[in-house]
Each structure stands twice: as structure tokens, then as C-alpha cells.
């Protein structure tokens, strides 16, 4: 057991370092050169190799995703142009409201000021018209207050929860037509 101790310190001797003492002991076979065979042996010149990449398997997922969000994006797009196409739309119509507004204003103040009184009045003489007398005006006196009267009152309390129900609905449809 000390023989084999001895060997193993002799095989790694150390100068007191971590590192081994290299020139200490001298191999006793050769160096031999590996020899090439001729299949390994490389052509002269310079040949240009293929490269060879791992294709990646396409998962059905990622293909998924990446198609809803495309049409996501599509979507938002079309929605933002529709959105403008609208606004733009809408500011020229608030445009030609202002100046159709305007034209109604300048039109109105023309027309009345091209009303002719005492031209109706010879135009409704020529036609035969007359002024109305005294006896032919009547005055209405709307000084009383506003009334309602019931004339006649429902039960509802002999008719079932159905029959209202069908009548509503038959009132309904006799409103919309």
C-alpha cells in the first residue's frame, strides 16, 4: 500500500503549486503522428460546403395566432379609414349647413321685404274680397283652466295575467299599422 503511494506521488509531482511540474518525467513511447486515410484526405483547392440547417417544426399555434392577429391589425385599420372617411364626411355637411343656413336667412329677409301690403289689398278688392263687417268676428275666451273626465273605467280585477298580455299585444299591433 506505501509502494502504491509513492507511485502516485511520483507520478504527480508538484513543485508546492496547484500546477504540475511538466519536465519532471519523460514519456517512454514516441510521439506518433495520426495518419490520415485516403477517403479523409482533403481535395486541393477550395471546396465549398453545404450547410445543412435543422428545419424547425411550424407549430399549428403560432400559425394561429399570428393569423388573428393580422386580422386584428386589418380590422383596426378598416375601422380608423371608415372612422375618417365619416368625420370628413360630416365636416362637409356641417359646412353646407352653414352656408345653406345663411342663404335661407338672406332669402327670407328679401322676401319680406318684397311684401307689398297695400298690393294684397288691391289684388283682394280685384278678386271680389271684402273686409269682414263687426257681426262677423267672434272672440274666444281661454282664460278657463284645462279638464279631463273619465267616462268610463276598466276592472282589470276580473281579467287574468293571459288576457291582459293578448290585449297589450293587440293594441300594439292595432297601434303600428
Known sequence: MAQKRIDRQQAFRTNGAAAYDVHAYETALPKRKPTQLPEERQA?????????????????????????????VALVIFTQADLYEAT??????????????HDNEMLQTEYESKIDMDAIEKRAMELGMVQP????????????????????????????FFQKLVDGVARLVAYLQ
Open 88 to 101: 370628413s364626411q360630416a365636416s362637409a355637411l356641417t359646412t353646407q349647413l352653414a352656408e345653406v343656413a
Open 133 to 160: 263687417s263687426a257681426n262677423q268676428t267672434v272672440y274666444l275666451d281661454l282664460t278657463g283652466t284645462d279638464r279631463g273626465e273619465v267616462l268610463q273605467q276598466d276592472s282589470g280585477s276580473d281579467t287574468s
Open 44 to 72: 486541393p483547392g477550395r471546396v465549398r460546403q453545404k450547410v445543412v440547417r435543422a428545419r424547425l417544426p411550424v407549430m399549428p399555434g403560432v400559425v394561429l395566432g399570428f393569423l388573428a392577429i393580422s386580422v386584428m
